[in-house]
C-alpha cells in the first residue's frame, strides 16, 4: 500500500513536470489559466493546514494542536525561519499535551 | 546567482529533514521516504502523501491530493519550458528539476533581452535544492527513527505548521487570502460530513471559481 502510493504518487507528479515541457506553449499565454494557477496552491495548502489541525481521521476535533499552530502563526509574523516555524509548533503541542494530558 | 542557488538550497534542506522525520514516525521505510524526494521531488505533495497515509487516509485521497498539489509544477514546467528552450535528455532533467524554487528564482531574473541569468537561476536552484533535499531526507529520516510515537513529539501540528509556512508567502495580495480563508471555511465545513480527502479536493474549486473570476475582472 506504501510502495503503490509512494510509486503512482511520484509517476503522476512527474507526469506533470514533462507534460508541462513536452505542450504546446500557447496555452501559458491565456490570462485564465495563469490566475488559476496561482490560486490553486494557495487554497490547497490552505485546506490542508484547516484539516491538519482541526481533524482527527475524518472528524472534526479541537485539541492542543491549534495551540501549537497558534505558536507557528505568530513565529510567521516575526518572519522567524521554516525549521522554527515548525519545531515550535511540535514544542508546544508536545510540551501542552505532557503537561495537560 | 550561483550562490543564491546555494542558499536556496541549503534552506529547502531544513524542510528535507523534517519530511524524512515525517517519513520515519508514519511508517514509511527508509526507501519510501528516499524515492518520494528522489522521483516525485515536490515538498508540499511529498509532505500531503506521507500525511494522509500516515494518519490513516485511503490511496485514493492521498494520491489525488498529492497529484493537485503536483499540478503547479505542470504550470511553472510550461513556462520554464518557454525560457530555458532545450531538446534532448536536458530538457527531461530540467523538466524533473522545476519546482516552486527553481521557477522562482529563474522568473525573478527572467527580463527580455537578457535570459541567460534567469536560465543559471534556474539550474543553480533546481539542482542546489535537489541535493540538498536528498540529503537532509535521508539524515532526517534515520536522526528521528528512535521516537516511539510521534503524537508526543507534536508531528501532527508540525505537518499543519509546515503548510502553513509553504502557504504564508503566498498571502501577499487580498485574492489570495480571501480564497485561502474560503477554503479553510469550506474545508473545516466538509470535514464531518465527506470521507477522508474530499474536503481538500472541493477546495480547488475555490481556486478555479476566484482564478475565472479574477481572469474576467481584469479583461473588464
Redesign the interface.
Known sequence: ??????????L???A??????A?P?R??ER?????????????????????????T????SLD??AV??GA??IA?LLRA???V???????????A??LFG | MITDGVVIGL?TG??G??FGALGATS???WL?TQ??SL????G??QF??V?F?G??GG?AA??L??????????????????LLDLRGPK??L???L?IDESTGLATSYDEPGNRSLARLGFWAAGISVYVFWNLATAIGYFAAGFIDDP??????????????????P??KDQ??RL??????V???AL??VT??GV??L???F???A???W??RK??A
Open positions: 500500500m506504501i510502495w503503490a502510493a509512494v510509486i503512482l504518487g511520484s503522476g507528479a512527474m506533470f513536470k514533462f507534460a508541462g515541457f505542450l506553449r496555452l501559458i490570462p485564465r489559466v495563469v490566475a488559476v494557477a496561482m490560486l490553486y496552491p494557495v487554497a490547497l495548502l490552505a485546506a490542508l493546514v484547516a484539516v491538519q489541525t482541526f481533524s481521521a475524518g472528524r472534526l492542543w494542536r501549537g499552530v507557528a502563526v510567521l525561519p521554516f525549521i516555524v515548525v519545531l515550535l509548533a511540535a514544542v508546544v503541542t508536545a510540551g499535551r505532557y | 534552506t531544513v524542510y529533514l523534517s511508517g514509511f521505510s519510501n524515492f518520494l522521483f516525485l521531488f515536490s508540499a505533495s500531503a502523501l500525511g497515509i494518519a490513516g490511496l492521498a494520491l491530493t498529492t497529484w493537485m498539489l503536483a499540478a503547479r509544477n505542470g504550470f511553472y514546467a510550461l513556462r520554464m519550458a518557454e530538457k527531461w530540467a523538466a524533473q522545476t503524537l508526543d513529539f507534536g508531528v501532527d501540528a508540525a505537518i499543519a505548521a509546515a503548510f502553513l509556512a509553504l502557504l504564508w503566498r498571502l485574492t489570495a480564497v485561502a480563508g474560503a477554503s479553510v469550506l474545508a473545516i470535514v464531518p470521507p477522508i474536503p481538500v472541493a477546495c480547488s475555490v481556486a478555479l476566484a482564478g475565472l479574477v481572469s481584469r479583461r
